[in-house]
């Protein structure tokens, strides 16, 4: 989901009220899809709510270059940027700094272009937008999908993917498989997607690992695959998932 304003003014009203550091991950502020839904980053909000604020909430802001459309999960480079961090903290920051490794010259160049991308009247400008566009309308594409994909098999819910690259359907698992589950020492979920790997080769990650609703499962899955691709994993999953509800329930 994509963070509205209001949203956004409430964590930062909760980490001023409750003396916490605010961590924004910020990574996938290009890939917005959904209609009605934009990007605000946290540093924006936190200066318009005022100076009791800006002057005392610690924020630390992260982007990178492997997350939208510029490395895709390829290239490995990224920032961050704190504002009101304490002077003892910020001294230990520099020092684990100035000891850490550097990312790979080619993610540290793709960064580059990141916070500097190419501008109009630029020889590359016009190139830089229709792959940008192409990329992130191709993400657009498999996000509604995936979406509407999973949304026809019963048992199986998803709501819009309104940004970043990931799925996070609801899935219902009868009581048996429940069970089931309890006598391996598993989660529910786990225990589904477990048999989903033995049984497709596909690799999803459990809801149980994201701090789902109790009573509630689900799976995360990325939608980065190529569109041909991912209808076929799509399809595969749907047809485990009816195989699965049938020989539990």
Not at 69 to 80: A, N, P
Not at 214 to 242: A, C, S, W
Request: aromatic share 12%.
């Amino acid at each position: 989901q994509v963070q509205n304003r209001k949203c956004i003014e409430e964590v930062i009203h909760f980490a001023w009220e409750e003396k916490l550091f605010l961590l924004a991950d910020e990574v996938y502020q290009d890939n917005v899809y959904a209609e009605n839904c934009q990007f605000h980053s946290f540093k924006k909000i936190l200066y318009e709510m005022g100076p009791d604020y800006w002057n005392n909430v610690e924020l630390a802001s992260f982007h990178s270059t492997s997350k939208g459309y510029m490395g895709e999960c390829g290239y490995r480079g990224g920032y961050m940027e704190v504002i009101n961090l304490h002077p003892e903290i910020k001294g230990q920051l520099v020092k684990l700094l100035s000891v850490r490794l550097c990312p790979p010259v080619s993610g540290q160049a793709a960064m580059d272009v990141v916070v500097n991308p190419p501008v109009p009247g630029e020889e590359s400008y016009a190139q830089f937008i229709k792959e940008k566009e192409s990329v992130l309308n191709n993400l657009a594409m498999k996000a509604k999908l995936t979406e509407d994909l999973f949304n026809q098999v019963p048992g199986l819910h998803c709501n819009p993917l309104q940004g970043a690259m990931y799925a996070f359907p609801q899935i219902f698992i009868p009581a048996k498989a429940v069970e089931i589950a309890k006598v391996h020492q598993m989660a529910p979920d786990m225990f589904y997607c477990m048999k989903l790997l033995e049984e497709t080769g596909i690799c999803v990650v459990p809801g149980s690992g994201f701090g789902q609703r109790e009573g509630t499962y689900h799976f995360r899955m990325t939608i980065l695959p190529q569109v041909e691709k991912l209808k076929i994993l799509l399809q595969k999953v749907n047809d485990f998932h009816i195989k699965f509800l049938e020989e539990f329930s």
